[in-house]
């Protein structure tokens, strides 16, 4: 968050550590000041620079702040007159921000740990920020609750706040029917400039703050003030435009399902460009993944039959189930494509214990009819061939592989015969994708038909000598349970 302190932390002598100084090295302090203008304004707009600027850690995400805290430090500010003048000019020209007050304390929160939404400062620095360039008033009239609690956004992420609203009114239909929002544009330097001296803002800059607010849909009340009256235009029309409608985001997702496949197709050349498809196709159900942070969100959104379109006599959170796990299948592909190991043991992982810890035999039952149960089982032969690699390569993921020691399912020979019993059409398709991958033969022939009448028989045991050594029983043995599919929409 922004650092407003007027104390600077005691000098240490012995750090950072000191190079020993030659002979000939300067001794006098750097005469900044003695730099031309614009050179100084390029090392402000670095020691600005958001992306350089936010904080990510479990410290900060077990007190909430999931999209992060952005740590900007104002100090240079208060360094003389002319560098205060110089940088707040540079400041607030590229670190445009928001003020944001609603009248629930929790809104913080949830933006952050719900929608991912990196934070600049809340309550009371938010309170006395005066470098916005817009502010956002949201008041609830029929609850006489008004906007009390405050924070300050970056401009370019605006758009994951309104994305958050978005998703919130989905889960709350009558929840925009009940609050009143207002739009206020400022120049943050107009109490810097002379009477007559003003600046209109940029039209193009009205938008970006403006704009996002076009997902925010049936507000009971609106005011927009100082902005431009074709951007309130495009603003209003835009609001107007209804969401995707439950059939559609199905079909949006099946789509960037398809164009990710064509994608994968090419290849590592593809890999990245089918990665973004399939984040698009999650996107579309209403699904974020940012790094490893994934966010399930609008559930209620899908508890409607779907009545048009291809999945017409369908419910949507039957489909969204299938479609997820289609797109988890996907991106293990991806990341075995990219030899990204690590991500797609995570990843598979991940899957493979909601699907174990949340047992449903007659959901699972219900599943492998309408789909055949391949993409379920591609997920537990994905992830065994990722944690095959990081095996057979001790040395480099031994940290990483800790985290699955002592997991009764982290173990290759059991994930790959517990893929077996919802494999109903791609054996001879997984044979091929486990010889790819280097495979040993033992594990292959899992695969061969007849089909092991034991799904929970002993784990293989691979010669050492074949390919990178014994990859069976490491994590642990499967136990007799069956398992089943059924996901828990929280995690």
């Known amino acids: 968050m922004a650092s407003e302190s007027p104390e600077s932390p005691p000098a240490l002598a012995s750090f950072p550590p000191q190079s020993p100084t030659p002979d000939d090295a300067p001794t006098e302090p750097f005469r900044f000041l003695d730099l031309p203008l614009e050179l100084r304004e390029q090392i402000y707009s670095l020691y600005f620079k958001p992306a350089d600027r936010l904080r990510k850690s479990p410290e900060l995400e077990s007190q909430g702040f999931y999209g992060g805290v952005y740590d900007f430090d104002l100090r240079l500010q208060r360094t003389c007159k002319q560098i205060a003048k110089e940088s707040k000019k540079v400041w607030r020209r590229e670190v445009r921000t928001v003020k944001i007050g609603t009248p629930w ?64 009114a989905l889960s709350y239909p009558m929840l925009n029917d009940r609050l009143s929002t207002t739009f206020k544009l400022r120049d943050p330097d107009m109490d810097d400039v002379d009477e007559g001296d003003e600046k209109d803002i940029p039209l193009a800059l009205q938008r970006r703050l403006l704009l996002p607010f076009s997902q925010v849909k049936g507000l009971y009340s609106m005011e927009i003030e100082g902005y431009n009256k074709a951007v309130e235009r495009e603003l209003r029309q835009a609001m107007a435009v209804p969401p995707p409608t439950l059939p559609q985001s199905c079909e949006a997702a099946t789509k960037r399902l398809h164009e990710g496949d064509a994608h994968l197709a090419r290849g590592e050349e593809g890999a990245e460009d089918a990665l973004q498809s399939y984040k698009a196709a999650f996107h579309a159900i209403h699904i974020l993944i940012e790094g490893r942070t994934r966010r399930v969100l609008a559930d209620t959104f899908f508890h409607a ?115 077996q019993k919802h494999l109903k059409r791609g054996k001879e398709r ?60 929280d995690q």
């Open 105 to 168: 304390p929790s809104a913080v929160n949830h933006i952050s740990s719900e929608g991912l939404v990196p934070i600049i400062c809340t309550d009371r620095q938010a309170d006395f920020h005066n470098d916005h360039h817009a502010l956002v008033q949201i008041t609830a009239p029929f609850h006489q609750a008004v906007p009390e609690h405050t924070v300050v956004l970056l401009l370019e992420d605006l758009h994951l706040f309104t994305q958050t609203w978005y998703y919130s």
């Open 305 to 419: 039959q779907i009545t048009n379109g291809t999945y017409a006599g369908q419910t949507g959170m039957m489909v969204r189930v299938i479609l997820r796990l289609r797109l988890v299948a996907r991106f293990l592909a991806v990341f075995l494509t990219q030899q990204n190991w690590g991500e797609a043991a995570y990843w598979g992982m991940r899957s493979v214990r909601i699907m174990t810890d949340t047992m449903d035999t007659e959901f699972e039952h219900l599943l492998a009819d309408l789909v055949g149960g391949d993409d379920v089982g591609l997920i537990y032969v994905r992830a065994g061939i990722a944690l095959y690699k990081m095996k057979a390569d001790i040395e480099r993921w031994h940290e990483e592989l800790k985290d699955y020691e002592g997991e009764e399912m982290a173990d290759v020979s059991t994930l790959f015969r517990v893929s």
């Open 430 to 489: 997984t044979k091929k994708e486990l010889e790819k991958y280097g495979i040993p033969r033992p594990f292959v022939i899992l695969f061969n038909d007849p089909e092991p009448s034991d799904a929970s028989s002993t784990t293989v045991n691979v010669d050492a000598n074949e390919d990178g050594g014994a990859v069976g029983g490491g994590f642990g043995a499967l136990g007799g349970a069956g398992y089943t599919l059924h996901f828990d929409f």
